[in-house]
């Protein structure tokens, strides 16, 4: 499967915690780097008030699955994959991984909102493109 | 329900990102301030080294429901709920509140392994009687 | 010196690194905590847009002497003295401390700026006069 | 100077707070990137533990001048140069710039100890002959 979308991610010691692991909440940090990423490959600015519509994704649902830990100075993969594009939401299912082996899986659902009334807000036509 | 423990925390710049709410990872750095304390609270100290058994609890499965945001200068209450205890693992519910305004919502498992092995392992009696 | 203005801070796992001490950086975190609730306790607001000015303090030169380390669990306590107050600026000097041992002291001069300028500004008399 | 190592660190969510600028304690982040990055270049492991030795550098002292802030989504190239290596410490300076903007030096000094005893040691020559 060469066409997931993946980025290398380097362990810093920012990242890990006194147990000498990556803190729990750092794979979300990782995650979102991917997405961020994901989208800029498709011209999609990552910030709400970048194309003046005051619209952008924020989480909704998060799923995660430890599965082994990952360790200071490791190299890691983490993919971006979109399984479902609805109206006004995204379920994108993401993999962190060192080498083949998958130490954590993410599942996120993003909704499309307007940031001022906090409502979601139908996927805008060329961005529906880009994603599908 | 005044015997769910819960425990205030108060949004700093450091917690929140460029869309001036909570950034999505950091409910996660809450919800484990929560848990520690809950454990303090029931004299079960947090580190795995601590007591000499290289055993603690690590993360297995998170599932968050983000329901609305938390800002800057907010004051929260997180929540920490038992639901289930297994031979070798526990299944906590938190809520992340703004008054009476539940935010966020994590359900985790935790499994308790041995770090050296990374193997589950039965939590111990006194520890069970505790969480009991 | 019971008059020095001072906030207690909890080490979790999220401050510390795979060193097992608290990492470098969340000094600065646990500095600006102590800030915030100083400017609060002064009635004085953290958020720049808040007060409706667009103006608020941002760092311009930190120091940081690193003493001694924080560990897990240990509970901190954090100082805040103004030392110096200036035109648009304000010098401040912090102690991070555990019992009466000093582990980081920071010394730190904040610029009162227009955000949409990023110009410094003249601090307001009211809250000069809820500073001295 | 094309000498000077330097790594290009991309601005994330993670990096932002609600002043949608890069929150100041993170710059110690970019830097420690850099430093890893640099060490690693020249075959010196970051973690203490990893040689054996149970030996590494620590921070012992930090100065950081805040020029300009850096923004979500800003390319920022985060440099690391020797300034002075001593018997037990060395002197780096580092700048983190936007094109050829500088918008944050760093001076830090790191003291190279025996993480056991937590005191100073003479770094290991050939530690030496590659820093130099």
Sequence with gaps: MNDIFSIPVRVYYEDTD????????????????????????????????KDGSRCGFVARHVELDYK??????DLLT???????????SVNIYQEI?????????INITLVYINIDRHRPTRIPETMRQALN
């Design 68 to 73: 082994n830990s990952a360790f200071l100075d």
């Design 97 to 105: 991984k060192k080498d083949q082996d998958v130490l954590c899986t």
């Design 78 to 88: 983490v993919t971006c994959e979109i399984k479902e594009l609805k109206n006004s």
């Design 18 to 49: 006194a147990e000498r692991i990556v803190y729990y909440a750092n794979y979300l940090r990782f995650a979102e780097r991917a997405r961020t990423e994901f989208l800029r490959a498709l011209n999609i600015p990552a910030e709400t008030a």
